[in-house]
């Protein structure tokens, strides 16, 4: 018995409610308002509020991301299936209209927010920070550097900075806006990342993604020491003994440690990109200077670069969030509102 047009679609629709017309999805690459309600629907699954959880939610995108990287989706992406509709001639001469799968295509709209996370972070902390994007619409790669990769930039600091650069590049065409969410340590991963995207034209296109950067807690080069002994340890006994270590470290490896950690700082207070900063930290953080943090925001000011910062009297090094939840988000608003961009839940 042959099958007419209305039976085959009826049997495709019934498997997958999500199946779009190949018409429907001409007229929305078109830019044109599409007449099937399937797209629609499509496209609300893509807008769901849908939080992503747990430690294994990580999608596939077909790229491999480096051992200390983690690409996270706020949602399910949509994957549009093209219908092709063909036209038969059957035994008796009539003619039928037949509809097969040819293709499908997975894309996201979504901005990306690159958290660079302090020294020994935890899965279980980012977490919190993850699901501050996710509800804001946005996709997350979280970037973490350790402790070795930090004492030895050449072939640590500089090398992650390539990787996530290179990554970047594999899935930048995803995402049109990018915003660095970074931590401590993660301000001088931001710097090293910037000499690289800034090394070569080739990385033009990746650059004009970038529309923001946020530090929280701004380990400058002169922190280095106090910082890492105490992301390392907070024994009272312990950890100036490891201070005082790192510092000698430091001062013997000079010209691969101290060094590096300068050209981070210069590029940062430099900000090539012009990216409109906020920045986040407190009068009694031991680790990140109030002053310091002071000199950033003046030194992009005076460039004419947009600066949004807020400092609190009392607050923990890289727990602002925990300590004052609503006046962060508050500020985190702000700022992305000013950034006015295409995308997000803003």
Same mark, same amino acid.
């Given at each position: ?66 051992? %200390? ?15 092709? %509709? ?14 097969? /799968?040819?293709?499908?295509?997975? !894309? ?6 690159? /958290? ?117 340890? !907070? ?17 013997? !490896? ?13 590029? @940062? ?13 407190? =009068? ?20 004419? @670069?947009?600066?949004?910062?807020? =400092? ?13 939840? =609503? ?20």
């Amino acid at each position: 018995m042959m099958l007419t047009s209305s039976v085959v679609k009826k049997l495709i629709v019934g498997q997958n409610s999500r199946l779009l017309s190949l018409r429907a999805v001409l007229a929305a690459n078109g830019g044109q308002p599409a007449s099937d309600s399937r797209l629609s629907f499509t496209r609300s699954i893509a807008n769901q509020p849908y939080i992503a959880t747990g430690p294994k939610t990580n999608v596939r995108t077909g790229i491999s991301s480096p051992k %200390n990287m983690s690409l996270r989706y706020c949602s399910p992406i949509p994957t549009i299936t093209l219908m092709d %509709n063909s036209v038969d001639t059957a035994l008796d001469g009539s003619l039928t209209t037949t509809s097969t /799968i040819s293709t499908s295509a997975t !894309t996201s709209r979504r901005p990306l927010a690159i /958290i660079l996370a302090w020294m020994l972070a935890q899965d279980k902390h980012l977490e919190k920070y993850r699901q501050l994007w996710f509800r804001r619409g946005f996709d997350v790669l979280t970037v973490k550097t350790s402790p070795v990769e930090l004492l030895l930039p050449p072939i640590g600091g500089r090398v992650v900075a390539a990787n996530l650069v290179r990554y970047l590049s594999d899935i930048q065409p995803k995402y049109e806006e990018i915003v660095v969410h970074a931590f401590s340590v993660g301000g001088y991963q931001y710097g090293e990342v910037l000499l690289k995207l800034t090394s070569s034209s080739r990385h033009r296109d990746l650059s004009s993604a970038f529309k923001g950067i946020i530090i929280d807690s701004m380990v400058h080069a002169e922190d280095c020491a106090p910082g890492l002994s105490r992301a390392v340890t !907070t024994n009272p006994i312990v950890q100036p003994l490891l201070e005082a270590a790192i510092k000698g470290w430091v001062t013997l !490896t000079r010209p691969v440690s101290m060094d590096n950690y300068r050209r981070s700082s210069d590029q @940062i207070f430099a900000n090539p990109l012009r990216l409109p900063g906020l920045l986040l930290y407190s =009068c009694d953080d031991v680790v990140s200077e109030r002053t310091r943090n002071e000199r950033l925001s003046d030194s992009w000011r005076s460039q004419g @670069i947009p600066v949004q910062t807020k =400092c609190w009297q009392q607050s923990t090094h890289v727990l602002h969030y925990r300590d004052h939840q =609503c006046e962060y988000e508050e500020q985190l608003d702000q700022y992305l509102r000013k950034l006015r961009l295409k995308s997000g839940n803003i």
